[in-house]
Structures are given as C-alpha cells and as structure tokens.
C-alpha cells in the first residue's frame, strides 16, 4: 500500500476500504508516513468527506493506536460523559456523585485542559491534598467500593489521534466533523466505558457555532459509537452564554457543591438532570428518562449526592470539610462588581469574552505549563433575558490583582448587551439523538 | 505573516494577495516553511483554484526564487521552445538548427530527463564527443557567432519550483492547472528568452488527456507569459500516437537529420514548421506565420538548416561526420520486427505504451542514477489509420538484449489496435493560442 495512492483516491472522492485505513493510521502512528502526505490527505477530507463507514473506521483505527484501557475488574455498566466544553462547564463535578449516588459506576480517566479554566482534575485540585495520581489498583478499588474515581491520564490512549490532531492544528484541517467526531470517540473508545453520554455544546462559546453543526456532530458520534457496539446517547445543549453562574475553578467548585445541595442556578442543574438520566438509563439503573431523572431530584433531597462528592474527595486525599464548608475552598483577595451601565434587558453575554476573562485573571492555562490560579474567576449575576437597573451588578470579578481586575471588568461589560426590548432566555436542552 | 492563515484563506476559497504569495514561496524556498503546511496548502488549491492573477504572481515568485539569467550579452531577439512532452518528441533536435539558420538566435539550457527516452541532451550525446559542459562565456560566444547553443542546466533557476514540484509529485497534488502552468513559466522565465513559443501535448502519450486540458493549460500559459511581458505562443499538438516513426535516442537524432534534410515523417514536419513559423513571428523574423512557413522551407530545401546542425554538432564537440552518416550513431545489435496479426487499419496506437516499450529495452532512465542506451527504440512502420496486412511489420525494435526485445515486441503488439473499419488520422495541430 502506498499513502500517495490513499490521498489520491480521496482526493478524487472515493471511499478508503477498512485495510486502508488501519494502514494508514498504523503507519502513521509509527513515523513510517511523513506529515507532508497525511495533511494533504487531511485537506482533501476537508473538501471531499468520509461516509459513516469510513468515519467509524477511523476512529477505531485510532481508539486502537494505543492502549485500550480494561475496566472488566470494575463491576456494572461504565458509563462514561464527555462535553466538546464551554464556559463554565463545571458539569462532571456535580453529574458524577450525582449518578454515582444513584448506583452508576464512575470510572473516568481525566486531563488538565488547555483554555479559559482547567480541566476536571484541576477544579477538584481545589480541594485541598486532592490527588488524581493515583494506580490503577486504587481506581479500580475504589470504584468497586464507594462508585466513583477519577484519575490522571496515564496511559497512552489513541495517540494516532494526538499525532493528528497536532497536525490538523497548524494545517487548517480542524474543522471538519468526520475529523472532530473520530478524534473525540477515538478517545472515548479506547477509555473502555460500556455506554456514553455525549454533551454537545453549541452557540458563541462553543466549538460549534451553529445548530446545525452541532446536531450534524451529535449525530455522527452516536452514529460511530452505537456502531462500536457502545450505548451512545448525545445531548445538545447551548452555549451562548456562561453554564450556571460562576466560571473560574474554585467557584466552579462551590457552584457543583451549591448544585448537590439542590441550590444551583436552574440551567446547570437543569443540564445535570438531562445528562444525568441519560447516563441513568444508558446505565439500566431506570428504563426511562422521567423515572431516571425523580432518582436524580432524590439523591439531591436527600444528601446522598453531596454525600458522595464527600466521599469521593476524602478518598482521593482531598479535605472532605470543604465539601461541608465550601467557604473554605481557595478564594480571591478582591471583589468587584462589574456595573450595569444603564436600565435594559440583557440582550445577550458573548460568551467566549466571557471564558478570555476567566483568563486574563489566571484563571486558565495558555500553554500547558502555565500555573494556574484556582481562587479567581467571575460570577455572573444577570443572565441572558434578565433585566437590569443601572448600576447593578451584572457580574462580580473575583481576582488577586487590580490591574487583571481592571481588565476583566472592562471587558465583560463589553461583552454585555444591554437593550430596551424584552429577549427570550435561550433554550438550555436543543436536542437528544439516541 | 503566518502560513497557517494563508491556507485557512485558500481552503475557504479566498485569493491570496501579491505580498502573501511572495512571502510564502520565500519563506518555503528558506525552508522557513515545513512541507506540512505547504502540502496542506497545495491540496486547498486543487480543490479551490487559483484566480489568473495568483496564478501570475505565484510564477513571478517561483521565477525569482533564485537565479534569472541574463541573455542580454547575445544579441537580437532570443526565443525560446517548450514541449509539455511526449513519445517520440525530437522537435528541439529538428527545430533549432531550422529557426537558427532562419536568424533566431538559440540559447537554451537544457535537462536530462526521466522517461521513456532521454531529454534533448541525452539525444544530443548520440553524437560522439558533444558535450553541454561548456563556459557561460563559451555558450555566449557560440550564439553570438553560429547563432545556437545548449548548455546543461547549471543555474539554480526557480529552486522554488523544484522543491514544490518534489512535494506535489508526492501528495498527488500535481494535476491542477495553475500549479502546471506556474511551473513550467516560472523555470521559463528565470531562463531569461525574450518570448516563448510552447508546444502542448494532448493525448494518450501527454500528461494532458484531453483536448479540453490541453486547451486549458495553453492558454493558462500563455497569460501567464504576456503578464510577464514575454511574447508567448502556444500551440496544441497531438500526442494520440507517437510524434513520428521513431522512438529512442539515436533513432530519433537520425529521424531529425532526415527531416533537416526534407526527408522526415510527414507528421513531425509538420509540427517542426508550425512551431518554427511561431518562433519566427515572435523572432520578428517574417511578419506572418506563412511567410515564416515559406522561410522554413527553403532553409531545408537548400541544406542551411542541416549545416547549421552540423556547425553545433562540432562547436561543441561532437562528430560533425554523424551528421553527414547518420548510420555511424550508436545502432543497436538486434532488429526485431512487430508483425501484424491480421489485416486491417491500425485504430490506434496506446501511446504510453510505446513509451513503456523503449524504456524496456533501455533508452529511458527509471531513476536519476539509471544509465541510458542510446542505440536503442523503435521504428514505426504503421501509424493511426494506416492499413497493414496480416504479417506486415508494424514496427522494428532496435534492442541488445533478446529477452527484452521479445518482451518489448509483446506490448507494442498490445498497444496496437487493428480493426476492419477505415478510421480517421488524428489532426495534428489542435489549436494555436497567441
């Protein structure tokens, strides 16, 4: 096989056969095909597309590149949850002892993330001692005993994707949903979950801009996961403004806890229950949506949700009092409110301004060896819809330096509109594919 | 400037500006570039085009990339030739003694080539003793004095095309009409002629299979040369069958001297003179294509253009008594006849095939590294729309190796077509685009 002849065939808009394929991506993996022809061939999938078949194809061809994770000494149905990510996307941090608490076994494998805020393991950093490296006997262990544990990628998961997405990434070949649904599943497939719920994210702060292409994604990685022999169910939700209230880690934290206690803001906690049932019934804990979703609402009355969360951190080494008291959690030296500037409806927040924000504070990583600063962050106090008086607060800053405080003041009031007429709250849930 | 927005621009069918164009060929040629890029780049033009105006900058740019040489030391007007190539194509060979001995002045620098036959050099080293090694003082002195030159190409002219031309040639980004006619232009270009007549092939022995393509990229061409200010020409011609009888190198340096002498195919006349008159016209030699025609002839008919081959041959080393005997060139041991099966009319010759046949026998080279034999080929007997009878040669091959005579005796059987209905000989010259 010759990866000249591949690109050729695509460039001319024929299907590659599965041999083709597993070559290809096997033999890019090992360094025997140069990035010069892999990102011709790329382009030309720009331009000329994959069909069902050979998207599927791809994705397993890199979801086995590496090591596929072994979660058979875990008993249960994996369910695993991924968000293409937004801001203030604290969604794992409350889902997970949401379900866990339900009987769901939470088996994640997790990463620190480039952008606005950290990843997952960085927002449960906040907890103070709270280690996600730990070995894989732990993990397993403490699956089996308490429901729910997350650890640090260690392993080698799909690396033909990482090679690739690299590659895409400085050849303009990012965009393209074939491309953007193998990459995500590929990793997905090789984390060994049983079942996926998907969160597709949609709207200003999202990926996927458009509806349409969101849909068009949600579709296509339940198409590829159900075609994996995985129980896929994708939920597409918006993202044209901030989740909940508080972006940044700490306050994502206390927001999660908030959630748990059954007084987070009414979008999140409306997405928790939606992604939450599905995970329920991916998981056969409940055979519908509704009945999943009264299990959801009774772990929070009752406390067994919080309960878990508490678990969970006390036996990765975090402090389960800051669970209890989440005051104690790590917190900014200022405060300060960013200033409705008249009286009006807010038109709308744009949403990735308001994740640049997070930022320019410190609260997010700009190159993997940033460090960041878990205590700063905003919370939003007028959401889109809301009407506002002029001089009330539209948000607060919490920061650790004037001059950032400044700067993201000033800008999050920029990335406000404020207007006479009345405007709808955007639909939080757009669509579920199963 | 950043390559990544450059091909982000291309891929989403914008045109890139003068400045883009220039930095990106500068910036490749440095090696300031990687191919991955550059690849990606070249797979979004094929897909999206480029406008007639990028198409001339980018020519201008590959042209400067390194040496432009200064022919302004010969006098008068200094034309040049170029043939997109072909089986059987020793116009060169036939054509510069007859325009040189009309008053155009022949400079040219000239290649060896990969393919079925050798390139114009290689044919001119049939001639015992010539060389192209010469001085650029000595390649002057010659034009200035006998009127015509070749020299091996020593310039480092468009270095950018050279290493573009290596990573299309492996990305299978090579067909796409502007990047073809950008590069030819650009080495024509930097190689300094006054104006430019072109021969474009179409047919089953050219790169270009269609009269449509052909069409297309001659006069690509030949805007590209008059927004450089160089008076171009181009004619399509017919690469359906083998330019006339003979194949291989010797064999077609003494099919060129029996032209010069009056006594060629009809065909490769043909195509000398109607590519001879333009290079006239465009010499300003003789104001019409006719009167150059007439020009031509009488060079031929008095023996002018013969002893203008003669007067080269020696000047620049070669045996000008090979002229005079052609059969003291390299001959091959073995003459095989390729006889007809049955009666008929030869339908048609599959002219790569041919190709294939001569490189069998050793008159091609497969690598740089691979050495040519020079006495090797074939002469054809029969061509398109000629009738034969069972038993007739079609064809003799020249070889000094048995087996590969049987073998090349074989498929040139195969390439040929007989059949009972009378066909058509296909037209010559297709179009003429000035």
Redesign the interface.
Known sequence: MRM?DL??KK?NGKPLEKEEIDWMISEYTAGRI???????F???V??QGMSEEETLNLTMAMAHSGEMLDLSGIRGIKVDKHSTGGVGDKTSLALTPMVAACGIRVAKMSGRGLGHTGGTIDKLESFSGFSTEISAEQFEEQVNRIGISIMGQTADLAPADKKLYA?RD????VDQMSLIASSIMSKKLAAGADAIVLDVKTGSGAFMKTREDALALAEEMVRIGNGAGKHTIAVVSDMNQPLGNAVGNALEVQEAIATLRGEGPEDFTELCLTIGSYMLVAGKKADTPEEARAMLRRVIADGSALKKLEQFVEAQGGDPGQVRHPELLPAAAIREPVLAPMDGYLQSIQCEEVGNCSMILGGGRETKESELDLSVGLILHKKTGDFVKKGEPLATIHANDREKAAQASKRYLAACRIGEEPVQRPELIHAVIR
Chains 1, 2 share one sequence.
Do not use: H, K
């Not at 140069?34 to 011709?40: G, K, L, V």
């Not at 400085?170 to 070949?173: E, F």
């Open positions: 000249y690109i050729m460039r140069p990035d010069y022809q892999m990102s011709a790329l382009m030309a720009y331009f590659l400085v050849t303009a070949t």
